[in-house]
Structures are given as C-alpha cells and as structure tokens.
C-alpha cells in the first residue's frame, strides 16, 4: 500500500478517514500538529485520545506537542473573524504545511487531512490550502471530502461506538468563545 499522511485534528474526525484510505489502497500515517488548540489541557486530551486509537487500530502517529505561538502569529490581526474566516484559511495553510514538511521528512509522497471531515468546515478553503502547500513543497495533496458519502455520519457511529471524547468546538480560543456566547 501507498502511504499517506493524514493530519488529524482529533480522534473522531481520524476513525472515518483511517478507516477509508485504508479501504481504497493507502496506508495512513497520522500526524497531529494543531498549535490552534486552546486550552493545553484540551490540546492533551485530544493527542493522547489519538495515541490510544492508534495502538487499537494500529497506525503510525507522529505528533508535535503544543507550540500556541506558531498559532498566534498567524491569528493576529483576525482575532474578531468569525468561524470559516481568513482566521481558518490561515490556520489551514499553517496546519497543512507543516503535515507536507512531515510527510517530505518521512519520505512520503502524499498528504491530506481529517478536516474535510466537518460539516462545519468550508472544504473548498482546506484544498485551497492544501494545492497551494502542495505547489510549494512538491508533496502531492490527495483532496479527500471526507464527509461525503455519509462520512460524518460514520466517524460519529464509530466515534460512538468506541466511546471516545467529544470536544464542542473547534479547538482555538475564537472558536471556544463563539460556542460560549450560543450556550449564554
């Protein structure tokens, strides 16, 4: 099998799209690098969620431990935009070219994210991000929607079934105080 690197943002959004590329001839390779996480303690608890799904279901991890700076730099100046945003598009292009960095340093030719996974995220902005870094690191962005043919729908039940965490938001600091103010 081919492999991949799969950027994964947490557990639920991988089980699905684990599931899928193994399905259709590749071999993920996770990796997890999301400095927009907020707080640390979340940031913990997604990552080692991940490390015991990956010993489950048996794939390779690679993470990165929490650098909020590298996050910060990129969000200054949209503090105040709203979800699927420049703030998104930024974190985006941020998230993935460090995946494509990951995956030319493994020797891998391919990548793609757990993102597309959400309905609450604008898939056209993720491959935007994604060609782009492609065009700029010469590892080739494989375009998965990851939420068609029921995929959403599929991660949950796996999620579910599995017992896993479920965070209510994104994962920034913007995202958890938007969240906040429609429970308020």
């Not at 375009?143 to 995929?151: A, L, T």
């Amino acid at each position: 099998m081919k492999k991949v690197l799969l950027h994964a943002c947490c557990t639920i959004c991988a089980a699905y799209p684990v599931r899928l590329l193994r399905e259709v001839g590749y071999e993920p390779v996770v990796y997890f690098y999301n400095p927009n996480i907020y707080p640390e303690i979340e940031h913990k608890r997604r990552l080692q969620e991940l490390i015991l799904y990956s010993e489950k279901e048996n794939f390779e991890l690679y993470f990165e431990e929490l650098k909020s700076d590298d996050f910060d730099k990129i969000a200054k100046g949209y503090e105040k935009e709203p979800e699927k945003g420049k703030r998104c598009e930024k974190c985006f292009y941020l998230r993935l070219g460090k995946a494509a960095q990951k995956a030319k340093e493994l020797s891998i030719n391919y990548f793609t994210t757990t993102l597309t996974i959400s309905p609450h995220k604008v898939t056209k902005q993720i491959f935007e991000a994604g060609s782009r870094v492609s065009k700029e690191t010469g590892i080739e962005f494989l375009p998965f929607d990851f939420k068609k043919k029921d995929g959403f729908k599929i991660t949950q039940q796996i999620a579910k079934e599995n017992n896993m965490y479920k965070q209510i938001y994104c994962g920034c600091k913007y995202s958890i105080r938007e969240v906040k103010q429609q429970l308020d």
